[in-house]
T-cell receptor, first 116, second 108 residues
Framework: KAGVTQTPRYLIKTRGQQVTLSCSPI?????VSWYQQTPGQGLQFLFEYFSETQRNKGNFPGRFSGRQFSNSRSEMNVSTLELGDSALYLC???????????????FGPGTRLTVL | GQNIDQPTEMTATEGAIVQINCTYQTSGFNGLFWYQQHAGEAPTFLSY????GLEEKGRFSSFLSRSKGYSYLLLKELQMKDSASYLC?????????FGGGTRLMVKP
């Protein structure tokens, strides 16, 4: 099976712009989670989508949003970019089949976003 | 809070055994994950403990004590390629809370 894929791998934006990142989960996985990784804060949970609905949300401002499509692919959007948004954005998919279920999360290679 | 603490850095010698500890301060987790992350790469899954006790997978073992809020990852017969960051993460309803990671350096 192909792993989790993310596009683009690298992105450079300027303050105030917006950005959309894409994630394709492992085939058959319906849960997609997004994480931000920075040297100072480590890996922090952004949100999870399951069957096209946001199921969990981390402690990030409303400038961070996402969505999931019927084929389980997910996109994440950051509006009005700030310098502090520079980070590695990772998505992870899991095979969990129920709202109460849990399963191993497999990570994609990430998108490295640099905000100038 | 949901703090997860692990040492920042560890150094060990090739062929040796190293134990990386992880402590957490919440009762909200229903399991603990360990991931390995090489520099510039995505985290890769190592283990998931739901029940107390030791789980062994080849050179890697992971232990969990839910009552003590404590886990460890044990790496045996260390190899140079084991130099990486090791992340423990508490799982609450498929939402992972990560520790800061332990950077392990394996020396010849």
């Amino acid at each position: 099976k192909a792993g989790v894929t993310q596009t683009p791998r690298y992105l450079i934006k300027t303050r105030g712009q917006q950005v959309t990142l894409s994630c394709s989960p492992i085939s058959g996985h319906r849960s997609v989670s997004w994480y931000q990784q920075t040297p100072g804060q480590g890996l922090q949970f952004l949100f999870e989508y399951f069957s096209e609905t946001q199921r969990n949300k981390g402690n990030f401002p409303g400038r961070f949003s996402g969505r999931q499509f019927s084929n389980s692919r997910s996109e994440m959007n950051v509006s009005t970019l700030e310098l502090g948004d520079s980070a590695l954005y990772l998505c992870a998919s899991s095979a969990r089949t129920a709202l109460s279920g849990t399963d191993t999360q497999y990570f994609g290679p990430g998108t490295r976003l640099t905000v100038l | 809070g949901q703090n997860i603490d692990q040492p920042t850095e560890m150094t060990a010698t090739e062929g040796a055994i190293v134990q990386i500890n992880c402590t957490y301060q919440t009762s909200g987790f229903n399991g603990l994950f360990w991931y390995q992350q090489h520099a510039g790469e995505a985290p890769t899954f190592l283990s998931y403990n739901v029940l107390d006790g030791l789980e062994e997978k080849g050179r890697f073992s992971s232990f969990l004590s839910r009552s003590k809020g404590y886990s460890y990852l044990l790496l045996k017969e260390l190899q140079m390629k084991d130099s990486a960051s090791y992340l423990c993460a508490g799982n609450a309803g498929n939402m992972l809370t990560f520790g800061g990671g332990t950077r392990l350096m394996v020396k010849p």
